[in-house]
Every structure is written in C-alpha cells, then in structure tokens.
C-alpha cells in the first residue's frame, strides 16, 4: 500500500512563528505536493517538487517556502506564521510518467495560527 | 482560466435514497477528470476517473460519465449507504509533462442518515 504520512495531524502555533510541516513518502515517487484545504474554496496547490532541489509555484505560494532534500520527504514551511494560515494542510505524492499519474494524499494536518 | 464547479452542500439523505452531485467544469484543451473522496479525519482518496469523452468511470457502486457537450462529470450512486458519509471533490488535470497538476472544486459534504 502506498503510504504517506504527515509528521502531525494538529498543531497550534502564535503569529510569527516559523512553522515547519513535514511529509514522507514511501512509493519513491518524483512528484510531491502541498495543498490547503479551506472550506467552500476546496483545496488550492501552494507548491510542487518533481524531484530532489526542484519546486514549483503553486497557485498560493505567498507567505509559504518549501525543501525537498531527499526523494522521499518535503517540507512546507511558514516563515512568520499568521492566523490567515489557519487551515488543514494536505501533502500528495505521484510517480512523473506520461499520461496522468494518480496523487495519493496524506491524512492532513489542521494548523491553527493564534 | 480552468476551473471546476460543484453544487453546494451539504446533501443529506436517507439510506439507499439516490444520488446525483453536479460537477461542471471550464478548461482548454482536453482534461481529464476525477472524482476524489475524503472520509472523516482522513486524506483523500481516489474514487473514480475518466480521460476522455464519454468515458464513464465506476468504483464502489459510484458512476460518472465524462460529458463534453455540456462540460460536465456528474456523480451518481443508486443506493447510498451511511457508509458513503464524506466529502466528495471534483477535479480536472490537463496534460502537463507528468507533472499532473490537479484543479479542484469547492467539495461536497454528503450526509446519509439511517
């Protein structure tokens, strides 16, 4: 079974915080994912890696930073964290072949910025 | 731009009633479509796909057809359970060198009473 897991599934930090969210795959994909979930706006792609060192802007990047220094794992960080960053946080992983390549999302994890 | 549109919820109905979420969407180009499902506390998961039109994707008794004239992937299932309790969430992917960006819809809870 493919597995991805996300290092907490909630977590309460202040404003200005730096905020580190961690995700970990175990199907040696190249694709990785960060997605927020917010209500009525579904989910919103803040950033992607297809491969180690290698990321792309999403649709939201602002406020958020990522690392991907080894295949399996990558990081979204907050800088300063605000309470506009309250929300639950999906990270996803697919292989990088032709045609579509299903993402397979990890449990989540519920931020709340106080 | 590309975008994808789902009815508001939330839906609620009774055991083995019949179901129909609307799914509409806007894209250049020929994506491809999903339906992707999140159970309570859980991450999502792949329901069904279609790739082209007139496809109709099918998994656990759920049904979508992938309609181009009316641009549309609507949901269906003949008798729901309590089981089938989530969030469902629409989502189209255009070809992009594998990197298989998906474009989501607002999601829509479901509730299925006994």
């Known amino acids: 079974d493919v597995k991805v897991t996300q290092s907490s599934r909630y977590l309460v930090k202040r404003t200005g915080e730096k905020v580190f969210l961690e995700c970990v795959q175990d199907m040696d994909h190249e694709n990785m994912f960060w997605y927020r979930q917010d209500p009525g706006l579904g989910l919103r792609l803040i950033y992607f890696?297809?491969?180690?060192?290698?990321?792309e802007k999403g649709d939201i990047p602002e406020g958020y930073s990522v690392s991907r220094e080894k295949k399996e794992r990558f990081s979204l960080i907050l800088e300063s964290a605000s309470t506009n960053q309250t929300s639950m946080y999906l990270c996803?992983?697919?292989?990088?072949?032709?045609?579509?390549?299903?993402?397979?999302f990890g449990p989540g994890t519920r931020l709340t910025v106080l | 731009g590309n975008s994808v549109t789902q009815m508001e919820g939330p839906v609620t109905l009774s055991e083995e009633a019949f179901l129909t979420i609307n799914c509409t969407y806007t894209a250049t180009g020929y994506p491809s479509l999903f339906w992707y499902v999140q159970y309570p506390g859980e991450g999502l998961q792949l329901l069904l796909k279609?790739?082209?039109?007139?496809d109709k994707g099918s998994n656990k008794g759920f049904e979508a057809t992938y309609r181009k004239e009316t641009t549309s992937f609507h949901l269906e299932k003949g008798s729901v359970q309590v089981s089938d309790s989530a969030v469902y969430f629409c989502a189209l992917t255009l070809p992009s060198g594998g990197y298989n960006k998906l474009i989501f819809g607002a999601g829509t809870r479901l509730a299925v009473h006994p």
């Open positions: 279609a790739t082209k039109a007139d």
């Open positions: 890696s297809y491969d180690v060192k290698m990321k």
């Open positions: 996803a992983s697919s292989f990088n072949m032709g045609g579509y390549n299903e993402q397979f």
